[in-house]
């Protein structure tokens, strides 16, 4: 095969590689890049009650600034995001050691395992609001009988945030497992033996090998967590939307209804901007800290 | 010695206490809303709850009355079906090139599309799709939710492709084979698991997917994640209706999350993992 003709199939290989893209690419531009620009456009518009627009500059954004209910939002995002992501950590790490050594693990089990965080938000938020129901609910009724004071869980502003990591947490703490279970199952087995020969106690092994061997892997499912616990949504909004009051307005929430319930598109905008900021702030953040902890 | 063996016994007999621990807490909420959605009206909301009872159909059959659940679940059906399928044709020559180019932008592009919070697109959606007149539509459904399933298509693949030699490309090459054709008749057929495992994957988070049907549907094309408001209605009373339709809206993904729990961890961590 001469030169030319070389090139000729490789410029041709490549044009085929770019049509076999093209779909993917052209839909992801039309779907999610251009509405992307339209929202940051939108970003800069004020709409009047007659559905008339006028440039507004940055009066979105110096407006956001001053709104206690963002800072609140911002508060209560922040709140139920350290709360839920260090209590899924902590139980699906100490779930992957219990699974790790269980060996052999049925297929029954392991779909067990996985049904919390394959069913629907929606759905494991109906049914907790069934089991939290403060005068009603099985779980009053547990905690009375264990003489314990009942709680008003989702009704309740105070506890309201931490309910909802507790149910958050139910539902992806085996997604936690099951990722640092991978972790654990492609470690070298002879890092322990070296341990055992050296007589170390199973807490030391822990702690001064397996965690540190483990941390990239824990920081990846914290990357995975975090993104969908900063826009946390559907399980807040099948039981409080928002509430009580605004306990729960988490800014994906408030947000959302600024945008469909009150119609301010352009606030709502500067808003979800703000939020898609701060998610890709937090993925980049521990992204570092992944390079920081791999070995 | 045997010093050693009751200890390492006893370390086991732990080890299962704690996992049968971790599966009750795991399983009993479940179970309690499985249970529920059986009870006879009276016993759903008696208290102290109750556990013995005799089950009845009875809240499924008031469900299928009082609600239209039935075509909640065909809009769900034809929303999950078509986005996955869109999900599919797009993504899977995408994941073979990227895989083949080594050029990554496209997977990412998507990737990143999906960790954006879903109401930023939704506005702008919301906005132009009343314009065209396309709120309540199918087709605007089917295109938001394949927004979800086509990075899971992609990156559940990329690792497939990636595991087929080169050579067995570089011969069909050398035999002239067309990029197109080498995907056709001798990639597929060796992604095929890949393929079902994505789709399964794909289908079960657009059934799950709650926001975009939230704004984008209508009464007449509701999905049933959408509809689950409609459910809940007013006051406590309705318990045993609310627990059946959640027991029938999560059965679909569970049992297809099942088929595939053996490969499951790697295609749901969009390959940050090896599972």
Same mark, same amino acid.
């Given at each position: 095969m001469s030169d030319t003709a070389a090139t000729l199939t490789q410029d041709r290989q490549k044009l085929e590689m770019a049509a076999l893209s093209a779909p993917a690419v052209i839909f992801t531009i039309a779907m999610i890049a251009f509405p992307v620009v339209y929202t940051i456009w939108l970003g800069f518009q004020t709409f009047s009650s007659t559905g008339k627009q006028t440039f507004a500059g940055l009066a979105n954004y110096t407006k956001l600034m001053s709104d206690v209910e963002f800072w609140h939002g911002l508060w209560i995002t922040i709140a139920l995001f350290v709360l839920s992501l260090v209590l899924q950590l902590v139980f699906g790490v100490w779930l992957a050691l219990v699974l790790f050594h269980a060996k052999r693990l049925p297929g029954i089990v392991r779909s067990l395992f996985i049904s919390p965080f394959m069913m629907p938000p929606v759905v494991a938020g109906m049914m907790w609001l069934v089991i939290l129901d403060?005068?009603?609910g099985a779980a009053n009724y547990i905690l009375q009988s264990l003489g314990l004071p009942p709680s008003d869980w989702l009704a309740s502003p105070t506890w309201v945030i931490p309910t909802v990591a507790l149910i958050d947490s139910w539902q992806w703490t085996p997604y936690v497992a099951l990722i640092v279970l991978g972790g654990l199952q492609s470690l070298p087995p002879s890092v322990y033996e070296a341990a055992q020969i050296d007589g170390a106690s199973a807490f030391k092994t822990f702690q001064r090998i397996t965690l540190p061997l483990l941390l990239p892997t824990i920081v990846t499912a914290a990357i995975l967590r975090s993104v969908d616990l900063l826009r946390f949504f559907d399980i807040i909004y099948i039981t409080t939307q928002g509430g009580p009051? %605004?306990?729960? %307005?988490?800014l994906n929430i408030y947000g959302f209804r600024v945008g469909?319930? /009150? /119609? %301010?598109i352009g606030y709502a905008s500067a808003l979800m901007l703000t939020l898609t900021a701060i998610v890709f702030g937090a993925v980049l953040a521990f992204n570092r800290l992944r390079g920081a902890v791999a070995w | 010695m045997t010093d050693a063996v009751n200890t390492d016994r006893w370390i086991r007999w732990l080890n299962l206490v704690q996992l049968v621990l971790a599966g009750v807490i795991i399983m009993t909420p479940t179970v309690w809303m499985v249970l529920s959605s059986f009870k006879p009206s009276f016993e759903v909301t008696a208290y102290p709850p109750t556990l013995i009872f005799t089950p009845t159909l009875d809240n499924y059959v008031e469900l299928t009355k009082t609600t239209p659940f039935l075509s909640y679940a065909l809009n769900s059906l034809i929303v999950t079906v078509g986005s996955t399928a869109l999900g599919l044709l797009f993504g899977i020559p995408a994941a073979f090139a990227v895989s083949w180019t080594r050029i990554s932008w496209p997977a990412i592009l998507t990737l990143a599309a999906r960790m954006a919070p879903g109401t930023l697109f939704l506005l702008p959606w919301y906005v132009m799709f009343r314009q065209v007149g396309m709120i309540g539509s199918y087709t605007a459904l089917i295109l938001s939710h394949a927004v979800i399933t086509l990075p899971i298509v992609i990156w559940v693949l990329l690792p497939s492709f990636d595991a087929i030699p080169r050579s067995v490309f570089e011969a069909a090459q050398v035999d002239g084979c067309s990029v197109t054709r080498i995907l056709w008749r001798i990639a597929l057929p060796l992604v095929a698991s890949g393929i079902a495992v994505s789709a399964i994957l794909a289908f079960v988070f657009s059934w799950n997917y709650f926001l975009f049907a939230l704004v984008l549907s209508n009464g007449d094309t509701k999905t049933l994640i959408a509809a689950a408001f409609n459910f809940i &209605?007013? &006051?406590?009373?309705?318990w045993g209706a609310l627990m059946a339709a959640a027991t029938l809206i999560a059965l679909p993904p569970l049992v297809l999350a099942a088929l595939v729990q053996r490969w499951l961890v790697s295609g749901l961590t969009l390959g940050a993992v090896k599972g």
């Open positions: 403060p005068s009603l009051g %605004n306990a729960s %307005n988490t469909f319930e /009150f /119609f %301010n | &209605g007013e &006051g406590s009373t309705q």
